[in-house]
């Protein structure tokens, strides 16, 4: 497995989750590394980029709520998640943007 995606689960609205995703070392050294999710009936969408050099992005609806970091020495990508909605929930994946790889899906579920 080239991505390991954990750190789903369930959490009431308000609350907070870090998802991870490992990867092989030769991935994510030369990747920008994203996470997506995706709710049934519709298209995987862009939450969070950041770049080799540690520039991010958000998609606007988790601006100043979702934070994504990599550790360079771990290979690993998180994706904290805070004062989470229950649109949030969905199926979280994560993804090597050069490389196109994906990680399995992790499920993040928001009680209301």
């Known amino acids: 497995v080239q991505l390991q995606a954990s750190g789903g689960g369930l959490v009431q609205a308000g609350g907070s989750l870090r998802l991870s995703c490992a990867a092989s070392?030769?991935?994510?050294?030369?990747?920008?590394m994203g996470w997506y999710r995706q709710t049934p009936g519709k298209q995987r969408e862009l939450v969070a980029l950041?770049?080799?050099?540690?520039?991010?992005s958000y998609d606007d609806s988790v601006k100043g709520r979702f934070t994504i970091s990599r550790d360079n020495a771990k290979s690993t990508v998180y994706l904290q998640m805070d004062s989470l909605k229950p649109e949030d929930t969905a199926l979280y994946f994560c993804?090597?943007?050069?490389?196109?790889?994906w990680g399995q899906g992790t499920l993040v579920t928001v009680s209301s």
């Open positions: 993804n090597a943007v050069r490389d196109r790889l």
């Open positions: 070392v030769n991935i994510f050294s030369l990747n920008n």
């Open positions: 950041i770049t080799r050099g540690g520039t991010t």
